[in-house]
Nanobody, 120 residues
Framework: VQLVESGGGLVQPGGSLRLSCAAS????????MSWYRQAPGKERELVAR????????NYAASVKGRFSISRDNGKNTVYLQMSSLKPEDTAVYFC??????????????WGQGTQVTVSS
C-alpha cells in the first residue's frame, strides 16, 4: 500500500487549497478513505472521511462547510478541497486508508503527510 499526498503549501487566511492523495498497491475502489491532520504539539485528528463509492462522507465540526472530501476511483485518488482557510488549519495533513469500505472503519495505512500553513 502506498499513499502519496500533494498540494500542500503556504496560503493566506481566507484562501483555498486542494490536497490530493494518489493511492497504489491495493484495489482503491473497495476501501473508505480519510484525511487527518496534526498540528505542532497536538494529537492527530480526523478531518474528513469518505466511503468506498463516495456517496457517504462526514467531517469534523471544525471544518464542516469549509472543506470537501471527494474521490475519483478511476484515478485512484482522493481529494480534500479546503476553502476559507484559517490559521488554526495549519497542520500536516495525512491521507489514510481505512480498514473496510464503510467510513466508520478504523485507519489502517498512512501517507507521509503534506504541510499546510495558513498565514499572512
Amino acid at each position: 500500500v502506498q499513499l502519496v499526498e500533494s498540494g500542500g503549501g503556504l496560503v493566506q487566511p481566507g484562501g483555498s487549497l486542494r490536497l490530493s492523495c494518489a493511492a497504489s498497491g491495493f484495489t482503491f475502489s473497495r476501501y473508505a478513505m480519510s484525511w487527518y491532520r496534526q498540528a505542532p504539539g497536538k494529537e492527530r485528528e480526523l478531518v474528513a472521511r469518505i466511503n468506498d463509492v463516495g456517496y457517504n462522507t462526514n467531517y469534523a465540526a471544525s471544518v464542516k462547510g469549509r472543506f470537501s472530501i471527494s474521490r475519483d476511483n478511476g484515478k485512484n485518488t482522493v481529494y480534500l478541497q479546503m476553502s476559507s482557510l484559517k490559521p488554526e488549519d495549519t497542520a500536516v495533513y495525512f491521507c489514510c486508508r481505512l480498514t473496510y469500505s464503510w467510513l466508520t472503519s478504523s485507519p489502517e495505512f498512512w501517507g507521509q503527510g503534506t504541510q499546510v500553513t495558513v498565514s499572512s
